[in-house]
């Protein structure tokens, strides 16, 4: 023991607590993070809930943080808005509300907290910064209150874009007049290294200052190599306290494997404190409900729920890293500013102080090198009880070691080097785990979905087993032609993108996928046109989300195409100098991408307002198109052997110079909106399978218990 660092010692009181704790907690959204978990059974998707929400039992989130759905694609994918254009109202699309309402039921005393990453392109005329914006939030809000009994506890301006005063201004004035003065705003929630510039415009604008309750930022806790960190500067943190308000980080990134991230996961909630003054942490993302091919399919996740179809899901240690906050504090706690610091062996610790007087210290010794000794005196105003150990190493997570009694008001512990502690004067915590996981299965093959099976279509959030929506929004809805439901691409414009856009599609099935057919029927309005795809195996780097694979792509005139889509690298530009943005850009623009067209055909027999079966053969090399049973087209081409498979709906028609890659939504104008019907993936020259049953236990997100729509006043 000769070689510990000489005893550091710190003092609590309650004499010295500091500022509120707000919370932490994780993102759901930013991109459909769990479009997956709806169609687990039970009791395995209440068990993932249990394991995100359930107060000591879990990570334990004190608050969490929603993507405000907005129809565009978002990160890895895109979630149906409450209003598609200007008039829609539906307030049981998608699975937001659950979330919201399965969280909140876990825990009441779960903070809630939204902001838009994408919006509908009716917006505003294609302008989020409008009135509409504010009028879309106020509506939304209006839905969670009245359909779902839920408030909101903050509400952001939007995610990662800019800054426009003038817009919390008007936001802060239609919350006050609409019944929901109680929502705390926060603004303006961006990353680079200009995020806090606005908090100097607010000096001259006293009534923007007033709007704002908590100046929010991102990545407070990042050290990217060769340029500034990320903390909140001494100049912004002065001016916050002389006003009175408070620094939320609102979104932040631990991109880590294994132990590696649990330990990332304290020391980023411990400095965003310590280096920032933050009061609340929330880092993206909660629950991995998509398929592996989609970006950050694992890291930085809780979970991973990949397999609904056979209820199996993993526990990362993430998750473990959450719980030794989640399960020793609560929002509304208070810091006790002489009990955090940096270690002096390398590492950090944060205290937090109840009401009542019960306090934790959560402590992390992740670059250390050698044991350290710590004392803390406990001063008036504490408790002098016993308090629980719960330790994380590299070898074993979220483990309880013996209780630490304080001798004479003082604490003294040793702590190793790599290791993360939570000590505290609560009880009740506990490794919450289920022992009837089952096993990882492969996705059901093959696979026929006739999108029947919903009824009604509103209990399921429109949106049926399996899809995931990359862009746009394919809903479940009634048949045009009579009787029956289908699935259908409902955004009909460009949307407000978060992310540089492309197409609206979605994907199903298995990325192990080879040699196949996927078919499907589609009813075509004039000008639109219609597509499926196959050997998926890439749509995007989480910015940008062109895919790569093959696409059999119709129009109602009958023209016809077989496509290579090639994706691109869209890769976010961070601020940098002008040499690294330089390389960025070669990068891009020396990878292949966009798409190629391999045939092209003509159908006579197509027309608009008919149903046409598209069949997309994958055999090897070989690649056939197939319209109503008939071989149209068939090539060769080596560029993907294997992949998932997918439905797509385009933009303007096909015979555009453009070709596909020119035809982004933002050139577009208008979206097609076909429907899709009888949706079928076997081997190649099999017969039709009958209908894929839902697994046993699966059930409704949904109780239609209550109005579904509310007059949009």
């Known amino acids: 023991m000769t070689s510990e660092a000489a005893q550091q010692v710190f003092r609590l009181s309650a004499s010295t607590l500091g500022q509120q704790f707000d919370g932490i907690g994780a993102v759901n959204g930013g991109g459909a993070t769990s479009v997956l978990l709806k169609d687990y059974p039970e009791p395995q998707r209440s068990q993932i809930l249990d394991l995100v929400f359930r107060p000591k039992f879990g990570a334990s989130v004190s608050t969490l943080l929603v993507e405000i759905p907005g129809d565009g694609n978002a990160t890895q994918g895109s979630m149906p808005s409450h209003q598609h254009w200007r008039g829609d109202l539906d307030y049981r699309r998608g699975y937001t509300w659950w979330i919201l309402s399965e969280a909140k039921r876990r825990n009441p005393r779960l903070r809630l907290d939204a902001t838009a990453w994408s919006a509908p392109g009716w917006i505003g005329g294609g302008s989020f910064w409008s009135q509409d914006a504010v009028d879309y939030y106020v509506t939304w809000l209006r839905g969670l209150r009245e359909v779902y009994g839920l408030e909101l506890d903050a509400i952001g301006c939007r995610n990662e874009k800019g800054v426009d005063l003038e817009f919390a201004k008007r936001l802060r004035h239609s919350l006050d007049t609409h019944g929901f003065e109680a929502v705390l705003l926060h603004a303006f929630d961006n990353w680079p290294m200009d995020k806090f510039d606005f908090v100097r415009d607010l000096l001259d604008d006293p009534e923007a200052r007033e709007a704002i309750d908590i100046v929010g930022a991102h990545v407070l806790y990042d050290r990217p190599q060769g340029r500034p960190n990320g903390h909140a500067p001494a100049t912004v943190r002065r001016q916050l306290r002389d006003w009175g308000k408070r620094l939320w980080n609102t979104e932040d990134h631990v991109y880590r494997k294994g132990f590696d991230c649990l330990i990332s996961i304290v020391e980023c909630f411990n400095e965003s404190y310590l280096h920032s003054g933050a009061t609340k942490t929330v880092l993206w993302y909660d629950i991995a409900g998509v398929y592996p091919v989609q970006p950050y399919a694992e890291d930085p996740a809780m979970l991973l ?43 950090s610790v944060v205290a937090l102080a109840s009401p009542e007087g019960d306090y934790s210290l959560i402590i992390e010794t992740k670059d250390a090198v050698a044991p350290q000794r710590l004392r803390f005196d406990i001063g008036a105003g504490l408790s002098r009880a016993a308090l629980c150990v719960w330790r994380s190493t590299t070898t074993e997570q979220f483990v309880r070691l013996p209780d630490v009694v304080p001798v004479e008001g003082a604490v003294n512990v040793t702590l190793e080097p790599g290791a993360v502690y939570s000590l505290s004067t609560t009880r009740g915590q506990q490794k919450g785990s289920f022992a009837d996981i089952p096993e990882a299965t492969a996705f059901p093959f093959p696979y026929r979905e006739t999108f029947a099976d919903y009824t009604p279509p509103e209990a399921y959030g429109r949106l049926p087993r399996y899809t995931a929506d990359i862009a746009g929004a394919f809903e479940l809805t009634d048949r045009p032609d009579g009787p029956g439901m289908c699935l259908r691409q409902t955004v009909p414009v460009p949307t407000i993108s978060w992310a540089p856009d492309w197409l609206p599609y979605t994907i199903i099935g298995d990325e192990a996928w080879t040699d196949y057919e996927v078919a499907v029927d589609v009813l075509l309005a004039p000008d639109e046109t219609a597509g499926v795809l196959a050997r998926i195996n890439h749509v995007g780097t989480g910015y940008g989300f062109i895919p790569q694979g093959y696409l059999l792509e119709l129009a109602a005139d009958g023209g016809c195409r077989l496509v290579v889509l090639r994706g691109k690298a869209n890769k976010r530009e961070l601020v940098g100098d002008a040499e690294q943005q330089a390389l960025i850009k070669a990068h891009n623009d020396a990878r292949e991408g966009g798409e190629r067209e391999l045939a092209a055909a003509r159908c006579h027999d197509v027309q608009p307002g008919r149903w046409h079966r598209l069949t997309l053969r994958c055999d090897g090399a070989l690649l056939t198109g197939i319209i109503d049973g008939r071989p149209v087209m068939s090539v060769t081409d080596t560029h993907f052997r294997g992949g998932q498979a997918g439905l797509l709906a385009g933009g303007p028609p096909i015979d555009d110079a453009a ?15 076909p429907c899709f019907a009888n949706l079928t993936i076997t081997s190649v020259g099999a017969s039709t399978p009958p209908p894929t049953s839902a697994p046993p236990g699966h059930t409704p997100l949904y109780r239609l218990d209550s109005t579904a729509t509310i007059d949009n006043r």
Do not use: I, K, M, T
């Open 305 to 347: 729920a990949h397999w609904p179809w056979s209820g199996h899901y993993r526990v990362r240690e993430a998750l473990w890293g959450y719980a030794h906050y989640g399960q020793f504090s609560e929002a509304g706690w208070r810091y006790v500013d002489s009990g955090c610091g940096l270690l002096q062996g390398n590492g």
């Open 659 to 673: 070709g596909l890659a020119g035809r982004s939504q933002a050139a577009a104008g208008q979206l097609s909106r």
